[in-house]
């Protein structure tokens, strides 16, 4: 059974930086797209960035530039480096990845297995 744990949400103030930590147990991190997503209260959950498979990454456009996904294969571990926090990106951040391999586009939808979710709030 593949689980993903996130970590390391928090509170911060505006123009801060959080490191946000996916640990997937359960099945290999290479080999498998894996995505960040964000859901602010009463807004749609929305994409913010994915590894792809079998490589490169992709960025939300209005994200791309503060926002940097990684991984360690050897930690199985997917990050989200978030830079120059502001009140809008206070949301619950969620990671997620499809069942099979493939590179899915941007839509919660076409991911299968999700994280708990960790909660990033940005004070003003």
């Known amino acids: 059974q593949v689980q993903l744990v996130e970590s390391g949400g928090g509170l911060v103030q505006t123009g801060g930086s959080l490191r946000l930590s996916c640990a997937v147990s359960g099945r290999s991190l290479s080999g498998y797209a894996m995505g960040w997503f964000r859901q602010a209260p009463g807004k749609e959950r929305e994409f913010v960035a994915a590894?792809?498979?079998?490589?490169?990454?992709t960025y939300a456009d209005s994200l791309k530039g503060r926002f940097t996904i990684s991984k360690d294969n050897e930690q199985n571990t997917v990050y989200l480096q978030l830079n120059r926090l502001k009140p809008d990106d206070t949301a619950v951040y969620y990671c997620?990845?499809?069942?099979?391999?493939?590179?899915?586009?941007?839509?919660?939808?076409?991911?299968?297995?999700w994280g708990q979710g960790t909660q990033v709030t940005v004070s003003s």
């Open positions: 590894i792809m498979w079998p490589g490169g990454s």
């Open positions: 997620a990845s499809p069942a099979r391999k493939y590179s899915p586009g941007a839509s919660p939808g076409e991911y299968d297995i």
